[in-house]
């Protein structure tokens, strides 16, 4: 192996100065903010952050839009429900005012019955204790 292989002290520090002075170099040799192309990147980066600030706002407008439409359509269909529900219920009304109303005229039309058999009985045993059977032709 080569003696000027191994890099001694002094040639690690002068890399390193001569890294320095290139870095040093290039900042210096950067447009500062004053030079017609900075100026012109700055435009074209706000012009850019304009756009996106637009895409965001409108974005943000159909969001609202669509939450409004939304609600609406939650609106209405919470009234059609309530509609159909008032609708359900008036209609269990009825059907249970009918059954009520069948109810009682079938108890009317079972008493009837019921009081027309106890009269039949009544009269029937009223015509026995009186010797019925001679009246009938026995």
Same mark, same amino acid.
């Given at each position: ?58 974005? =943000?407008? $159909?969001?609202? &839009? ?7 359509? %939650?609106?209405?269909? @919470? /009234?059609? *429900? #309530? ?14 005012? =009918?059954? $009520?109303?069948? &109810? ?7 008493? %009837?019955?019921?009081? @027309? /058999?106890? *009269? #039949? ?18």
């Amino acid at each position: 192996m080569r003696k000027n292989a191994i890099p001694g002290f002094h040639d690690r520090r002068k890399h390193a100065a001569e890294a320095r002075q290139a870095m040093l170099e290039k900042f210096r040799a950067a447009p500062g903010p004053d030079d017609p192309r900075m100026i012109e990147k700055r435009r074209e980066r706000e012009a850019i952050a304009k756009a996106r600030a637009e895409r965001h706002a409108e974005r =943000e407008r $159909a969001r609202q &839009e669509q939450e409004a439409e939304l609600a609406h359509q %939650a609106e209405i269909a @919470a /009234r059609t *429900a #309530a509609d159909a529900e008032r609708l359900a219920v008036e209609e269990a009304a009825r059907l249970a005012a =009918e059954e $009520a109303e069948r &109810e009682a005229l079938l108890k009317a039309e079972q008493k %009837a019955s019921r009081d @027309a /058999r106890y *009269a #039949a009985r009544k009269a029937a045993k009223k015509d026995r204790r009186k010797g019925g059977s001679r009246e009938r032709g026995y």
